[in-house]
């Protein structure tokens, strides 16, 4: 018998507006460049989607690059497509991306239009998929022109390959041209990706207020800075499982310093107070902002996606602590 998503899925999580467009995101959205690769067990990230969407996340992060090996993630999320969601199409906002090298030779990267539409029609393939709901251009190409690549976001949006398109890594200046560009082709900019926790916050003075004055969204990828804004490094050790211990990605040994530390333990405390983990206190942080749509979290564990929903239902952050937090910040 297939899989039959909980009945009540649509009680648990706020949906927010992406920018001016008529998509509304879940407070909360579920990212799979961790943990889906080739050498992660497939029953383990069924297991994490299912409670995601259960839960009422509707929207799956992806890019052509996800894994390792490259593309692995898209072809696993087309295998949890075919055993539980396939039914579920039109209940979900699918997004992947292009801007990394995927294969060798001058195609394989980057912005040009001949690597972006190609890029797209393999992810398209590996998930089983006719369009994805978002496709971002992954990063900003110093040497294709803007035109070019905002042209070949636009000719995907017309031919029905996705519905909305979006940028990732676009500093404020960079959107402000991608975007007017893409108006002026007539498919509107409606997101851009780009990574905000309490840890690396470049985006708030150069891109958050040019997002509000475009009307486009913002998706806060790695909230909780890949694990350091939870419990899993606070009492100083690396635990076998973790991220940090992992070796595959970005999160090493050496970025969980003495002093990032320090700053989270007092973060916790303060989140302890408020009957809270610090996940949750890092979540509502970021979502504290009303140019982001949705935190985009990464998840090993079917209960720090539990963990991250409940934190989308706690109350907002009050001026109070918002100014308690920057103290712990800075200090
Ligand atoms: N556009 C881009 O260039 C770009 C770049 C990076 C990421 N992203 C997107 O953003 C998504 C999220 O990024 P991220 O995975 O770095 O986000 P994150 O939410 O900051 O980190 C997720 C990691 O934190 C740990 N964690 C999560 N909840 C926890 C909890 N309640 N308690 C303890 N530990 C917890 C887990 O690590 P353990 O494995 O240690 O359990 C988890 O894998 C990606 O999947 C991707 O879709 C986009």
Request: aromatic share 6%.
């Given at each position: 018998m297939s899989w039959q998503a909980a009945g009540d899925r649509y009680g648990a999580l706020p949906y927010r507006r992406c920018g001016r467009s008529g998509l509304r995101l879940p407070a909360v959205s579920l990212g799979l460049w961790h943990n889906f690769g080739g050498g992660d067990e497939l029953t383990r990230q069924r297991e994490i989607v299912r409670t995601a969407f259960d839960l009422g996340i509707t929207h799956f992060d992806l890019a052509n690059n996800y894994g390792p090996p490259p593309g692995s993630a898209e072809s696993n999320f087309g295998r949890l497509l075919d055993l539980d969601l396939r039914p579920y199409r039109d209940e979900l906002v699918i997004s992947t991306k292009a801007g990394y090298t995927?294969?060798?030779?001058?195609?394989?990267?980057?912005?040009?239009?001949?690597?972006?539409?190609?890029?797209?029609?393999?992810?398209?393939?590996?998930?089983?998929?006719?369009?994805?709901?978002?496709?971002?251009?992954?990063?900003?190409?110093?040497?294709?022109?803007?035109?070019?690549?905002?042209?070949?976001?636009?000719?995907?949006?017309?031919?029905?390959?996705?519905?909305?398109?979006?940028?990732?890594?676009?500093?404020?200046?960079?959107?402000?041209?991608?975007?007017?560009?893409?108006?002026?082709l007539g498919t509107p900019c409606i997101v851009n990706q780009s990574r905000y926790s309490m840890f690396v916050r470049q985006v708030e003075p150069d891109l958050l207020p040019v997002l509000a004055q475009e009307g486009i969204g913002a998706i806060a990828f790695s909230p909780l800075a890949q694990g350091l804004l939870t419990d899993r490094y606070l009492d100083g050790r690396l635990p076998a499982d973790s991220r940090a211990a992992g070796g595959v990605g970005f999160l090493r040994r050496?970025?969980?310093?003495?002093?990032?530390?320090?700053?989270?333990?007092?973060?916790?405390?303060?989140?302890?107070?408020?009957?809270?983990?610090?996940?949750?206190?890092?979540?509502?942080?970021?979502?504290?902002?009303?140019?982001?749509?949705?935190?985009?979290?990464?998840?090993?564990?079917?209960?720090?996606?539990?963990?991250?929903?409940?934190?989308?239902?706690?109350?907002?952050?009050?001026?109070?602590?918002?100014?308690?937090?920057?103290?712990?910040?800075?200090?």
């Open positions: 995927m294969w060798p030779g001058p195609y394989g990267d980057w912005g040009s239009r001949k690597y972006l539409v190609a890029s797209l029609d393999q992810s398209l393939k590996r998930m089983g998929l006719d369009y994805v709901d978002i496709f971002y251009h992954h990063r900003p190409d110093p040497s294709t022109p803007i035109e070019e690549t905002m042209a070949a976001l636009d000719h995907i949006v017309r031919s029905g390959r996705a519905l909305y398109v979006g940028i990732s890594n676009y500093s404020g200046e960079q959107t402000r041209l991608a975007a007017a560009e893409l108006r002026r050496e970025h969980i310093t003495d002093e990032r530390l320090r700053v989270a333990r007092a973060l916790n405390a303060f989140a302890q107070e408020r009957e809270q983990s610090l996940a949750q206190l890092a979540l509502r942080w970021v979502l504290r902002q009303p140019a982001v749509a949705t935190a985009l979290i990464g998840a090993s564990r079917p209960a720090q996606v539990i963990e991250a929903v409940q934190a989308a239902r706690m109350p907002e952050l009050d001026t109070a602590d918002v100014e308690a937090i920057e103290e712990m910040l800075s200090a």
